[in-house]
């Protein structure tokens, strides 16, 4: 019988694999992704209460809002990659040191 | 093994192992593709727990919007044609200790917790989610709205090319 707990163990192994690539990934684009994974993760959970509690669809609505939010996100974000990109030639964060003194 | 328990185990499975391929893989445009796989077997998951609704958007949005806006971020920030997508890892030792300590904190949670178990019977949601959307959540919908509107403003204009700089 696959219960809540099933889900919630799926998505944080699901969160935990967006933290690994967060922390080690030096390609822009790459963080990007793994931000995605992260906020899949917390969707799977939302949906998850939603379905084994009495509390109705809540849970479902608010996991809309964490997808337009991330839509949101993803535009602004890539805008920045790009203009890094455009001034320093390369995709990589350890080279975003401009306000570096 | 009850239908529905192997059908979870096949989708958590291919979430997983796609989402470790994005991760781990050594080359930017197979974590891309891999990401793809990642989000169809999300929305599977969602099908299992009866959120049709939302399995139907997590396939528009994501699939259609937000993995088409990272491939263009992969294709403009990188040479394609020489194939030189490469994408390294820093300290990888103690990312993977992070990592996995969240894990195990996390999943001990999870398990170890009384969850309620009241069960809500699988039914079409969508309408119920559009009254919602319209009745209890109108301010955080009309927020969203704006919210969207004003973050594509914002990054037309990061990327615009001014003149006089």
Same mark, same amino acid.
């Given at each position: ?8 163990? $799926? #998505?944080?192994?699901?969160? %935990?694999? =967006?933290? @690994? &690539? ?6 822009? !684009?790459? /963080? ?14 939302? $949906? #998850?209460?939603?379905?084994? %509690?009495? =509390?109705? @669809? &809540? ?6 809002? !964490?997808? /337009? ?33 | ?165």
């Amino acid at each position: 019988m696959i219960g809540v707990g099933h889900y919630l163990v $799926v #998505a944080a192994a699901l969160f %935990s694999l =967006g933290v @690994l &690539g967060l922390l080690t990934r030096r390609n822009a !684009v790459s /963080v990007l992704m793994s931000i995605e994974l992260i906020l899949n993760a917390a969707n799977v959970n939302l $949906v #998850a209460f939603s379905r084994y %509690s009495a =509390g109705g @669809l &809540g849970g479902q609505v608010f996991a809309a809002f !964490v997808i /337009v939010v991330a839509a949101a996100e993803v535009a602004v974000a890539l805008a920045i990659v790009l203009t890094l990109y455009r001034l320093r030639r390369t995709p990589n964060l350890d080279d975003a040191d401009i306000l570096k003194g | 093994m009850s239908g529905e328990a192997v059908v979870f185990w096949v989708f958590a499975a291919l979430t997983l192992g796609s989402a470790a391929v994005v991760v781990l893989s050594r080359t930017l445009i197979y974590s891309a593709f891999a990401l793809l796989a990642t989000f169809f077997g999300v929305a599977a998951l969602y099908v299992l727990l009866g959120a049709d609704f939302l399995a139907a958007t997590q396939l528009l949005i994501y699939v259609g919007g937000i993995l088409v806006l990272l491939l263009f971020g992969v294709m403009l920030t990188h040479r394609i044609h020489d194939l030189d997508l490469r994408s390294g890892a820093i300290q990888p030792a103690s990312g993977v200790i992070v990592a996995l300590g969240l894990f195990v904190i996390l999943a001990a949670l999870a398990l170890k917790t009384e969850w309620p178990a009241a069960e809500r019977l699988p039914a079409p949601t969508t309408a119920e989610i559009g009254r919602l959307f319209l009745g209890k959540f109108l301010l955080p919908f009309e927020a969203a709205s704006v919210l969207l509107l004003v973050a594509l403003m914002g990054a037309a204009l990061i990327v615009r090319r001014r003149r006089d700089a």
